[in-house]
């Protein structure tokens, strides 16, 4: 089994299994679900209940030039209506600098997402028209399946990223800080 089919396993087997066709539903335009919600269940599946990191939120990213919050907040309210007790935090990478002080511009939502801070939160999902699985993988899958806690590219220097990395160790010991440089990846 590969290490996709393995991540589609696992999160089919979660909650993500019930809000990613309903994400899907919003039509969003090119849009991912990623960051905590995917790495939390794959870690907590891995790890079990040493692992006390939960799904805190479900950031789902899209990119559209012409859009505006509306969007935004459409979206969050729809997924809030049918999933009361979980958070939604929906952003449209394509103004995420407009409103986000310090934030580059990104050119894709993919792009976007290769910025986030970790190897193992920069992974994305979606099921797209036809029910099929997708994965965004930039950095691969292999930090998020060994429970290593490595910067990206950008943050290598980021003690927001450091300050990150110390509450996901304190809430799951079983977790690894690997600090790497650009060569690294």
Not at 105 to 112: A, I
Not at 145 to 154: M, V, Y
Request: proline letters at 4%.
């Amino acid at each position: 089994m590969n290490i996709q089919t393995s991540l589609k396993i696992i999160l089919a087997d979660s909650i993500i299994g019930t809000v990613l066709p309903e994400i899907a539903l919003l039509d969003l335009p090119n849009w991912w679900l990623a960051g905590g919600a995917v790495r939390n269940t794959v870690w907590h599946s891995i790890f079990g209940t040493e692992c006390g990191l939960v799904i805190n939120d479900f950031d789902i990213a899209f990119f559209d030039d012409g859009g505006n919050r509306s969007q935004e907040l459409a979206a969050k309210a729809t997924l809030t209506a049918q999933f009361p007790d979980y958070v939604f935090d929906i952003k449209n990478q394509s103004s995420f600098a407009r409103w986000r002080d310090g934030r580059r511009t990104y050119s894709s939502v993919e792009d976007g997402i290769k910025d986030w801070l970790h190897t193992a939160t920069a992974v994305g999902v979606k099921i797209d028209t036809q029910g099929e699985w997708q994965f965004f993988t930039p950095y691969g899958l292999d930090d998020l399946f060994a429970g290593i806690i490595r910067p990206t590219p950008a943050h290598t220097h980021n003690p927001t990223a450091d300050k990150k990395a110390s509450g996901f160790l304190e809430k799951c010991s079983c977790l690894r800080l690997i600090p790497c440089s650009v060569k690294d990846l």
